[in-house]
């Protein structure tokens, strides 16, 4: 394993959370593209060596992350509570929020024709959506997006990545 990608493995690894590729380019002087690469072939390194890490690309931003086969066992080792599975409501907001982002309340709650505050604010402490800022409408009502973790939890790189929605 050459220097930078030690490097781009220690970066990963203390930072806990997905990291910037810009700041990652600065911090090894390196161009973007150049750190892609180096990303790219430590992702094969991990593989190919057995490690039980991947790394992640999530849009613009690189994560060193447990492979799932492996949750289980780090759950027990760190008492980790299992997060409970989302709700079939929690879905459909899902849903409504990724695919028409940003949103407010009341455009899922007339798209789904009830009440929705709660399970929005689930998907808030579940990290899965986040406020967006407010609309440009009448009583400035707040706005909702996914968030970088949404993407990872659903294996995404970007929101583009979503599959196409069926014609109905």
């Known amino acids: 394993m050459i220097e930078q990608q030690k490097q781009l493995l220690a970066i990963l690894f203390a930072g806990g959370e997905a990291v910037e590729i ?26 190919e060596q057995g490690f039980p890490f991947e790394l992640l690309q999530v849009g613009d931003r690189l994560q060193l992350a ?27 907001v899902l849903a409504i929020i990724a695919y028409n982002q940003p949103v407010t309340r009341a455009f899922i709650e007339q798209v789904r024709g009830v009440d929705s505050a709660g399970v929005v604010n689930s998907l808030l402490e579940k990290q899965l959506v986040e406020e967006a ?36």
């Open 133 to 168: 800022g407010r609309m440009e409408l009448p009583g400035r009502p707040l706005a909702y997006q996914t968030t970088a973790n949404f993407l990872r939890c659903f294996g995404l790189e970007s929101i583009e990545a979503l599959p196409e929605l069926p014609d109905t």
């Open 66 to 92: 447990t492979r799932s086969e492996y949750a289980q066992v780090v759950r027990d080792a760190l008492e980790l509570r299992r997060n409970a599975p989302l709700s079939q409501a929690a879905f459909e």
């Open 22 to 47: 810009s700041r990652i380019a600065q911090a090894l002087e390196l161009e973007p593209g150049a750190v892609l690469r180096h990303a790219g072939q430590l992702r094969e390194r991990l593989e």
